[in-house]
């Protein structure tokens, strides 16, 4: 029996977890109103006289297990209610308790605030406090100060400050002079140095570069004897050292060039002791040979001359060079001949001449053989000009 009434109970729990979740139940469930509010009515049981006095221990029994089963259900349905309503209760309280929280941290910020509140008015009292304290300190001293000037101490500080005033703009104003004397003197040795200076001709060494103002040592060009020379000053070192100046050459400086190159096309036996004359040019720069065949030097200098010639076949043929200067008239330079049957002669000379000199070929003897092969070649060039005549 109590087996049964255990199953039935499990039973009737698991109905009831199962029905709470499904609908709710209040304590007002009409179920649990009828069980506990209503009396129990108890089925009719038929029973003989027989059976009421021998069976009367048994029909008891039947009676206590029908209200025992009625009491379990009515119980199983109250602990499922019961169940349902601390869910909720526990749900409630949860809630319950975060907002007791929210409300407690609101409090606590509030309780900050006033904190901070109270601290910045101490702070800000404590800052009134010390700026009247200076207020009155500052008033004071003033008091104090009143009575420590007097007229005679304004009269004294003011001769002290004026004469103070005076020395220091004299030391100032000498200061300036001496500034100005010093800038003027500068202006003067800038102005030297980048003025135009000239030794009244052209420098023929270091020194005079030196002296027109020249200080950096390099490469220099300096009017030699007759030329142009090439010269390195080492400014850094004295006049008289021994490195000063180191002469590196000469330029070949010309202030014209002086070229040429004279020709026949016939034979000459004409005009013995006259000058050859030439009927074409190869070359004539500087116009200084003439048809004539008389050269005249455009410029002093050294000046080189070539002549080649061929004699006739039945003739020897002797042939002279000569030059005229200032104080001499024609003069023989050299000679050169050829023997007959057609040889050939030449003749070469290098010569300085001044300025206006002439050169001429003298035709002395025989004949000079030439045609449209030119056999005969008069050349002469200015070597190197005489810059300083």
């Known amino acids: 029996m109590k087996q049964t009434i255990i199953l039935i109970f499990v039973s009737l729990m698991a109905d009831g977890l199962s029905a709470s979740d499904q609908q709710p139940t209040t304590w007002t469930n009409p179920y649990f109103y009828y069980h506990y509010n209503t009396p129990l009515d108890l089925p009719t049981q038929k029973v003989s006289t027989d059976e009421k006095a021998g069976n009367q221990q048994q029909v008891f029994t039947n009676y206590n297990d029908h209200s025992m089963q009625n009491t379990l259900g009515s119980h199983v349905i109250l602990l499922t209610t019961c169940l349902r309503d601390l869910k909720t209760t526990k749900a409630d309280l949860v809630h319950s308790h975060t907002e007791v929280e929210n409300v407690k941290k609101e409090l606590h910020q509030l309780k900050e605030n006033s904190q901070l509140n109270s601290t910045s008015a101490n702070l800000l009292a404590d800052v009134m406090a010390t700026f009247e304290n200076m207020k009155t300190t500052v008033e004071n001293i003033k008091k104090e100060m009143t009575g420590l000037i007097t007229k005679a101490d304004l009269v004294q500080t003011t001769q002290r400050l004026d004469e103070t005033h005076i020395s220091r703009v004299e030391s100032v104003k000498k200061e300036l002079a001496n500034v100005m004397t010093t800038v003027e003197n500068m202006k003067k040795d800038t102005n030297n140095e980048s003025a135009a200076a000239s030794i009244g001709r052209m420098p023929k060494s270091c020194d005079d570069l030196q002296k027109i103002g020249h200080r950096k040592s390099g490469l220099f060009s300096v009017m030699g004897n007759k030329t142009v020379d090439n010269v390195y000053c080492d ?131 025989g004949a000079i053989h030439d045609h449209e092969s030119h056999y005969t070649n008069f050349i002469g060039q200015l070597l190197e000009e005489d810059i300083i005549q």
């Open 235 to 365: 400014f850094t070192k004295s006049v008289n050292d021994a490195g000063f100046q180191k002469l590196i050459g000469y330029f070949d400086v010309k202030t014209s060039p002086v070229y040429f190159h004279a020709q026949r096309t016939s034979s000459y036996h004409m005009n013995l002791n006259a000058p050859i004359p030439f009927d074409l040019f190869r070359l004539n720069l500087g116009n200084a040979m003439n048809t004539n065949g008389i050269f005249v030097a455009p410029t002093s200098g050294k000046y080189l001359f070539v002549y080649s010639g061929l004699s006739e076949h039945n003739a020897i043929a002797r042939v002279e060079l000569q030059v005229k200067t200032d104080t001499k008239d024609w003069s023989r330079v050299g000679q050169a001949w050829g023997d007959q049957n057609a040889q050939t002669f030449s003749l070469q000379t290098t010569l300085e001449l001044a300025k206006g000199n002439q050169i001429r070929l003298m035709l002395l003897q």
